[in-house]
């Protein structure tokens, strides 16, 4: 091989491919994808997609890995698994789509601005806290995310459902207030804990 076909192989060279499937749950999948679209035509949200799942693992072959990780398309999956049920290869799409956008989450390069990553990173820090989710201090949170004024306008807008909820004894004041996490916080403090070392061990990134 000459120099130059040795360079020509070297610039094509797909890197991103490899590192999927090092970095991200079920990665070693992606070149299973025979792009059939069935995913595509399946997902309940595909109109809102930027990328189609198909999509997406069509960039990661082509190495477009900047398009991929900024991408908002992995957030919009609502695990549904339409797509895993109907896919002909039966690739799990779902947990791809879930491992990219955490893959990108933990390399700090996913959009910061992105709904669903911040209700899942909002979601997630409340649940872990004392085992249970607290639905007082998470919709408080949702409300307030995006500062006091839009806050309160929604607050305003989710008076009526409120309202209905209570009526109908879907809303109890009293156990929102009194919410109670799991008796062992500690432990499940310290279980995910070790989840975070042996993950940082095993993909190469800090806990």
Same mark, same amino acid.
């Given at each position: 091989?000459? %120099?130059?076909?040795?360079?020509?192989? %070297?610039?094509? &060279?797909?890197?991103? +491919? &490899? /590192?999927?499937?090092?970095?991200? /749950?079920?990665?070693?999948?992606?070149?299973?994808?025979? &792009?059939?679209?069935?995913?595509?035509?399946?997902?309940?949200?595909?109109?809102?997609?930027?990328? !189609? @799942?198909?999509? $997406?693992?069509?960039?990661?072959?082509?190495?477009?890995?900047?398009?991929? +990780?900024? !991408?908002? !398309?992995?957030?919009?999956?609502?695990?549904?698994?339409?797509?895993?049920?109907?896919? @002909?290869? /039966? +690739?799990? #799409?779902?947990?791809?789509? =879930?491992?990219?956008?955490?893959?990108?989450?933990?390399?700090? $390069?996913?959009?910061?601005?992105?709904?669903?990553?911040?209700? %899942?990173? #909002?979601?997630?820090?409340?649940?872990?806290?004392?085992?249970? %989710?607290?639905?007082?201090?998470?919709? *408080?949170?949702?409300?307030?995310?995006?500062? $006091?004024?839009?806050?309160?306008?929604?607050?305003? &807008?989710?008076?009526?459902?409120?309202?209905?909820?209570?009526?109908?004894?879907?809303?109890? @004041?009293?156990? +929102?207030?009194? =919410?109670?996490?799991?008796?062992?916080?500690?432990?499940? =403090?310290?279980?995910?804990?070790?989840?975070?070392? *042996? /993950?940082?061990?095993?993909?190469?990134?800090? !806990?």
């Amino acid at each position: 091989m000459t %120099a130059t076909n040795t360079a020509v192989v %070297a610039k094509y &060279q797909n890197n991103f +491919l &490899q /590192e999927v499937e090092a970095n991200v /749950e079920e990665g070693d999948w992606v070149k299973m994808c025979m &792009q059939c679209g069935v995913c595509a035509g399946s997902c309940p949200l595909g109109d809102a997609w930027d990328h !189609s @799942p198909q999509e $997406i693992f069509m960039m990661i072959r082509a190495g477009k890995r900047e398009e991929v +990780l900024t !991408s908002d !398309s992995m957030w919009m999956c609502t695990s549904c698994y339409n797509c895993i049920v109907r896919c @002909p290869r /039966e +690739l799990p #799409i779902t947990h791809i789509m =879930h491992g990219l956008a955490n893959y990108a989450h933990r390399l700090g $390069i996913a959009h910061k601005k992105n709904p669903t990553r911040r209700f %899942a990173k #909002i979601f997630w820090d409340n649940v872990t806290k004392n085992g249970r %989710a607290n639905e007082l201090t998470l919709s *408080i949170r949702l409300y307030f995310m995006d500062g $006091i004024v839009s806050g309160i306008k929604i607050g305003l &807008q989710m008076v009526g459902m409120g309202l209905g909820m209570l009526k109908t004894g879907r809303l109890d @004041p009293m156990a +929102l207030v009194m =919410h109670k996490g799991i008796k062992d916080t500690k432990g499940l =403090h310290a279980m995910l804990k070790k989840a975070y070392e *042996i /993950e940082g061990k095993r993909k190469g990134y800090a !806990s």
